[in-house]
Structures are given as C-alpha cells and as structure tokens.
C-alpha cells in the first residue's frame, strides 16, 4: 500500500520569501512517481512539478522545486520568490508502478498555503 | 487547459437518488480515473477504466460505478445516494505515459 504524509496543515509565507512544504511516502514499489498539485479555491488541480523515482536530478519547473530524498522518502516542494497568487491548497502525490495501466494517485491531506504582503 | 471538461459543473440531489457524471478525455488516452474529494480532503481514488475495462479499484462500494466509451468519454453512475456522498468529483485522463490531466470538477451536493 502507498502513503502520503502531509504534516503542515497550513502555512504562512511573505511575499517574495521561499517556502518549503513537506511530504513524506511510503511504497514498496520500486518504481514510482511523486507530483505536486497546486489547486486553488476554484477546485481545478493543477500540475506543478514531477519527480521519477530513477531521476538523479532534482526536478525543477521554473520557480518550483522538488527536494527529493529518497533515502528518507521525503519529497519536500519548494517555492521560490512567494506570489499572492500562490495562495492555494497544495498537494503531494505518488504513483505506483504504471504497468498495465495502472496510474492510480495517492494523496497526501494537502497544506493549505497563504501569502502575506 | 487541460483538455478536459466534466459535466455538469454543480449538481444538487436528495438523498437515496441516482447520479450520473460526465467526462471527456483528450483524444488518444485510454486511461481515465475518477476520484472523490471530500471538503478539505485530499482526492481518494475511486476506480480507472483502460481501454473500456475497469482496471483499478479504491475503497468504494459497488454503488459506485463507471463506463468508459470507444469516442474518450466516461461515466462515473452513483445509485442510492447518501450524504457523505457530497464532495467535488475530478476526472482524470492519461495516455500511457506519466502526464495526467485532470478536468475541472463536478461538485455534487446531497441533501
């Protein structure tokens, strides 16, 4: 079975400070996939930033980054240079093995980040 | 713009009816996953149809139940609706590959 861990429910940023929200899994497969979603009051789920559990590199998109350890099975987001327009609901996300098809997301609880003037 | 739209947008029911959700996927992707997400929650999976065969399954009762058609639409059919039921719908369609794109939502209200 798969697990996400979200343990910051919530988060206070100011404006153009870099924020790190944290994620924790667990999974026994040996391969898999970790996304973050952005999703703000309007419900849309938006795509952020994806890390392969393969990749070497850290996975990076522009102001997003992913701090990925896979030892600790840790997958922490980062956002640099905070925008008020980053206020949302942010969510950590795995993939397991996608053979056959299979492309089930598990979801951790969300941190709902605010963005301070 | 992901590419794909849900219908309807809000939906309200009384309790004990029927539902049904709509969604259509970009063309090409086989895969199309249906989740359930409670207020303040995080998405649960509730099933995935492949190539118009259910391939996956969440914690969900039988009441839960979907189709997956030849043209990329799909189905998510609720029966015997309950309150707990109330939550935002999001449908999410793939192609073999890693990028998922989900579609706006459906928000269902049981009264």
């Known amino acids: 079975a798969q697990k996400i861990t979200q343990t910051q429910p919530g988060m206070f940023v100011q404006e153009k400070e870099a924020v790190t929200l944290d994620c924790t899994y667990d999974?026994?497969?040996?391969?898999?996939?970790l996304f973050w979603y952005k999703q703000p009051s309007s419900g849309e789920m938006i795509f952020l930033i994806y890390q392969g559990s393969y990749d070497q590199q850290n996975a990076t998109e522009g102001r997003y980054s992913l701090n990925f350890q896979k030892a600790r099975k840790s997958a922490n987001l980062v956002i640099s240079a905070s925008q008020l327009g980053d206020s949302a609901m942010y969510f950590c996300?795995?993939?397991?093995?996608?053979?056959?098809?299979?492309?089930?997301?598990?979801f951790g609880t969300g941190t709902q980040l605010k963005v301070e003037l | 713009e992901t590419g794909v739209t849900q219908s309807p947008t809000h939906l309200i029911k009384t309790r004990g009816q029927q539902v049904t959700l709509r969604c259509s996927s970009q063309?090409?992707?086989?895969?199309v996953s249906w989740y359930q997400q409670a207020l303040g929650q995080g998405p649960q999976f509730i099933f995935q149809y492949y190539r118009e065969e259910e391939n996956g399954r969440g914690n969900f009762p039988p009441r839960f139940s979907g189709l997956q058609f030849p043209n990329y639409s799909s189905e998510l059919n609720v029966n015997a609706l309950e309150l707990d039921d109330s939550a935002l719908y999001l449908c999410?369609?793939?192609?073999?590959?890693?990028?998922?794109?989900f579609g706006p939502g459906t928000r269902l209200t049981v009264l």
């Open positions: 996300a795995m993939r397991g093995d996608i053979t056959g098809g299979g492309n089930k997301l598990t």
């Open positions: 999974t026994s497969d040996p391969s898999y996939g």
């Open positions: 063309s090409g992707h086989n895969t």
């Open positions: 999410v369609s793939s192609q073999e590959g890693y990028t998922q794109y």
